[in-house]
Nanobody, 127 residues
Framework: QVQLVESGGGLVQTAGSLRLSCTVS?????????MGWFRQAPGNERAIVAA????????YYADSVKGRFTISRDHTKNTVYLQLNSLKPEETAVYYC???????????????????WGQGTQVTVSS
């Protein structure tokens, strides 16, 4: 069973930064899953934040985070990162990483395109 474990969330002031990590583990894990980061605030649907394809060469960002968030990955550690800069209070949410096992060169932006999910990490931005 593939497991995803996130870390790095916490409380930060407006305009602050955090770095989230997501490590993939389990039998037969391969380092080239397309990966994504989503977030969900209370009362809202889970929404895509960033995604990249199997080798990190193709990357997607939601319009609201372009220029402030960066997704990256370290294949040797089976880990994907999300650097969050210039955070805003409205970005307070639980952040989830997800892995897709669908082969191909693309990234994915819909939650139903992902097979495995982490437990989520809380990011709280104070005003």
């Amino acid at each position: 069973q593939v497991q995803l474990v996130e870390s790095g969330g916490g409380l930060v002031q407006t305009a602050g930064s955090l770095r989230l990590s997501c490590t993939v583990s389990g039998p037969n894990v391969v380092p080239w899953y397309p990966m994504g980061w989503f977030r969900q605030a209370p009362g809202n649907e889970r929404a895509i934040v960033a995604a990249n394809n199997w080798n990190g060469g193709n990357t997607y960002y939601a319009d609201s985070v372009k220029g402030r968030f960066t997704i990256s990955r370290d294949h040797t550690k089976n880990t994907v990162y999300l650097q969050l800069n210039s955070l805003k209070p409205e970005e307070t949410a639980v952040y989830y990483c997800a892995a897709s096992v669908t082969p191909g060169p693309n990234y994915y932006t819909r939650s139903d395109e992902y097979s495995y999910w982490g437990q989520g990490t809380q990011v709280t931005v104070s005003s």
